[in-house]
Each structure stands twice: as structure tokens, then as C-alpha cells.
């Protein structure tokens, strides 16, 4: 598309929209009186004093006929928690907070954190703090059952998808396809 054209289509596009604008404007201007009656209209709908004092007399009843069942008692002393609620995160070792205070400031903290983040997250916090820690919490208990391998080598494909016999032959009722051709008809035969 040439640029003539392009600006020849943006002027039409301009055209049209400007064409759409005034109709939009003559049909406002034309049912201008009749749209603010309809704004400015008091609604005509309005619930009758008797029937607001019907429901609000069936809704008393209601609650007072409702079935009430006897609260069950507690102990009236409330259990006193001696340890803060707070703390989700179990508490650091004494030999690993003195990481922050060898180095310069700013190498004792990054010390620290580094070795902070190579505990395991069930190491560090009492329960899973949120729903992406349910898949990894306390993998390590399982992964010390399964047997380990020299050199890292373990045959999970061979030992999950092979079978134990090897390849088996063909079924009994499976027959080779039938070979068509030009020179060799099935029917003839």
C-alpha cells in the first residue's frame, strides 16, 4: 500500500468517525427531554408499609421458634501458650549467628545467609510455611531408602519400562499383512 493510500484511508477512517460523532449528537439533541423525564422520574414502585411490617413480624418469629441447642461447655480457663505464636521459623544455632559478626559488616551477613539458605527448609521452619513447600517437606527421609549406584549410574528406564523377559514374540492370532500389488491378486487365488 502505497503512502497516498494509507493517507487517503485515514481520512476516510477520520470521516467516519467524525460522520458516527453527529448522529450520535442529532439523537441526543432529538430525545434530550424525553432521556431526563426518565432520569429525573421518582420510582413508582414503593412496598407498602403493612407488607414491611408482615415480614418483619415473620422474621421474628422465625428466630424465636428456631431450635436451640444447649452451648457446650468448656473449660473456663483459657490455655495459656508459654511460647510466642509468632515463630514459624525454629531457632538459629548459636555458632551460625556468629557468622554475621566475622568480616565486615556486609561479608558477615551475606556469610550468614549462605549458610542459612544450605539448610533444608524443614531445618529451618517448624512446618511447611506455605502450599509449594507440601511436595519437597522431609523428601530426604524417603531418598534415604533407595538404594545408591556407583559412579551416579541407575537404570530407572530399563528397570521401569522393559519387561523382565525381554521382547516377546508375536501372539498366536496375529498374521502377517497380506502384500497387494499389481502382479499378485488376493481373490484370484
Known amino acids: 500500500m502505497s503512502k497516498a493510500e494509507r493517507v487517503a484511508m485515514g481520512d476516510y477512517w477520520s470521516n467516519m468517525i467524525e460522520k458516527e460523532a453527529a448522529l450520535r449528537l442529532m439523537w441526543f439533541r432529538k430525545n434530550e427531554q424525553r432521556l431526563n423525564e426518565i432520569a429525573n422520574k421518582i420510582p413508582s414502585r414503593k412496598v407498602p408499609d403493612d407488607v414491611k411490617e408482615k415480614m418483619k413480624q415473620d422474621r421474628i418469629a422465625a428466630f424465636q421458634t428456631m431450635k ?36 565486615s559488616n556486609k561479608d558477615g551477613r551475606v556469610n550468614y545467609l549462605k549458610a542459612r539458605t544450605r539448610l ?34 541407575q537404570q530407572i528406564i530399563k ?13 498366536e492370532w496375529y498374521k502377517e499383512p497380506a502384500h497387494i500389488s499389481p502382479t499378485f491378486c488376493n481373490t484370484c487365488r
Open 68 to 103: 436451640k441447642y444447649p452451648r457446650i461447655k468448656t473449660e473456663d480457663t483459657v490455655p495459656v501458650f508459654e511460647g510466642n505464636l509468632q515463630e514459624i521459623m525454629k531457632p538459629v544455632d548459636p555458632a551460625m549467628k556468629k557468622l554475621i559478626y566475622t568480616g
Open 159 to 171: 528397570d521401569s519400562f522393559y519387561r523382565r523377559r525381554g521382547v516377546e514374540g508375536d501372539p
Open 120 to 153: 533444608l527448609p524443614e531445618d529451618r521452619y517448624y512446618f511447611p510455611e506455605c502450599s509449594s513447600w507440601d511436595y519437597g517437606w522431609q523428601m530426604w527421609d524417603d531418598v534415604k531408602k533407595v538404594p545408591k549406584f556407583g559412579f551416579g549410574r
